[in-house]
């Protein structure tokens, strides 16, 4: 196997022991971005040698003896909205072209302190909102990869690199993920710190993770996690235990609930079809669930909040150079101008009310399970996709993970996301590694019918 397929906790395993080099790990990903990345454009940003000198410090260190992190020498890539102080950061915008940030966001400074490589800067839509940017689905071309995360995705998802960072203000994780086939694990809101980052919502943005394996994902978060006093929605709590958590075995078999959510009028065919088999599948393990009527205008409230706070955040820009911006963001500026303060208010306030309506499906099941996006991703390169199966689960600001568990007979993924209770994280990523390993002993390259569009790939590793 190719260096550059490792994922991140084989990676960093083999540097520790001596198995492999970061400049051997590193050099191989970036020789595969030269093979690949001109079909699907995932970097905005890419400086070979610095990479490659990163790499060198890194394994000097290991062979001096010298303490190094459990990301040691393993290369990242930062979506273009997170501040790094030896590479440029222009959010996807033609009036931040050039920008070049003095220090490092939070979480690319835990990156480094836990050893690895920051290999470049993947592609961000504009904003990290819906015009897209340059990159294109790994799986083909003529499909969108998702957004805003875009690069991210496609970076992992291509073997580019084996994990990125993201940002999710509405369905900027998951539904990237879920269209290129990656996992994707947007965290409890305010687990991951997100000073340095670019600001669009201070009550949606979250930082969010890619990788090619549910352990891998772990990982990553696990080194993100934790309090930051720049990031006033965090908190000084010990950091979650991730990568021995979702590793280890339930104490009980998971029960799973089948929530088609305020989004099911959005499903495609393929997609309803294929989670009827799913359901199927998992027999007594899953119920499906009525959540309400109550979170039935959740995702408009989802959306008060986000152009009310995104106007407010990009008014200079919007102010100083609005012909600049691309249309469908001044559109979304302008209406989140005129929303009244009582309305923005009501919006803000709804998510406790639904997070505690949602306890008693948490008492009863280990997680949700709902699509990820109405389907495999669309085609054509105008837009990213309909994220309306995330928009409620970032308002609430709980946890959630998609599986790269589905194809469609196009080949294209089908993502399976994974909800859990707000700040159960680690728990719901082992009960994301159960489904996958279980699925796996189950069904293996079975196929589904012809008529149901999809079937289920169960990979159990990358």
């Known amino acids: 196997m190719s260096l550059n397929a490792l994922g991140l906790t084989e990676a960093a395993a083999g540097i520790r022991d001596g198995r492999l080099s970061s400049v051997e790990l590193v050099g191989d990903c970036l020789k595969r971005i030269d093979e690949v990345d001109r079909d699907i454009d995932a970097w905005a940003f890419l400086d070979r040698d610095h ?14 003896g010298k303490a190094i992190g459990p990301l040691h020498g393993v290369p990242v890539g930062i979506k273009d909205i997170f501040d790094t102080g030896d590479m440029p950061t222009e959010f996807g915008s033609k009036l931040w072209a050039g920008r070049t940030p003095r220090r490092d966001a939070a979480a690319v400074a835990r990156l480094r302190a836990a050893g690895a490589v920051i290999l470049g800067k993947t592609v961000t839509t504009e904003y990290a909102y819906f015009n897209p940017g340059k990159t294109r689905n ?20 291509a073997l580019m690199v084996p994990g990125a960072i993201g940002s999710q203000t509405n369905g900027s994780v998951i539904r990237p993920a879920a269209f290129c086939g990656v996992v994707g694990f947007k965290p409890t809101h305010g687990l991951i710190p997100r000073s340095g980052a670019l600001l669009l919502s201070r009550a949606l943005d979250h930082v969010g993770v890619f990788a090619r394996s549910v352990d891998d994902a772990a990982l990553l978060a696990e080194m993100l996690a934790g309090f930051d006093e720049q990031d006033p929605d965090t908190q000084p709590l010990a950091r979650p ?29 393929v ?3 294929a989670f009827a088999e799913l359901v199927e599948t998992l027999g007594e393990h899953v119920s499906e669930v009525a959540i309400g009527q109550g979170f039935d205008r959740a995702i408009d409230m989802h959306r008060t909040v986000m152009e009310v706070e995104m106007a407010h955040n990009l008014h200079r820009d919007f102010e100083q150079g609005g012909e600049s ?19 923005y208010t009501r919006a803000l306030a709804g998510g406790a009310t639904l997070n505690a309506a949602l306890d008693g499906v948490f008492d009863e099941y280990d997680a949700i399970l709902t699509p990820a996006a109405p389907g495999p991703a669309p085609r054509g390169l105008d837009s990213t996709g309909n994220p309306a199966f995330c928009s409620l689960w970032t308002y609430l600001g709980t946890p959630a993970v998609t599986l790269p568990l589905l194809q469609s007979e196009s080949g294209l993924p089908v993502g399976v996301q994974l909800v859990g209770r707000r700040g159960n994280d680690a728990r719901l990523l082992r009960t994301a590694n159960w489904l996958v390993k279980t699925l796996g002993k189950r069904g293996r ?8 569009g999809a079937r289920a790939k169960t990979r159990s590793g990358r």
Do not use: C, Y
């Open 325 to 343: 911006l691309s249309q469908v963001l001044r559109a979304l500026i302008e209406r989140g101008r005129k929303v009244l303060a009582v309305d």
């Open 138 to 157: 790994p799986h083909n071309p003529d499909h969108t990869p998702g957004g805003s995360s875009s690069g991210s995705a496609a970076a992992v998802a």
């Open 445 to 452: 390259g079975r196929a589904a019918p012809a008529k149901t």
């Open 51 to 64: 990479a490659m000198l990163q790499a060198a410090a890194a394994d000097d260190r290991r062979k001096q």
């Open 271 to 273: 997609t309803m079809k």
């Open 241 to 269: 235990p991730f990568v021995e958590v979702a590793a280890s075995e339930p104490p009980l078999p998971p029960r799973f609930a089948f929530v088609r959510s305020p989004a099911w009028t959005h499903a495609e065919k």
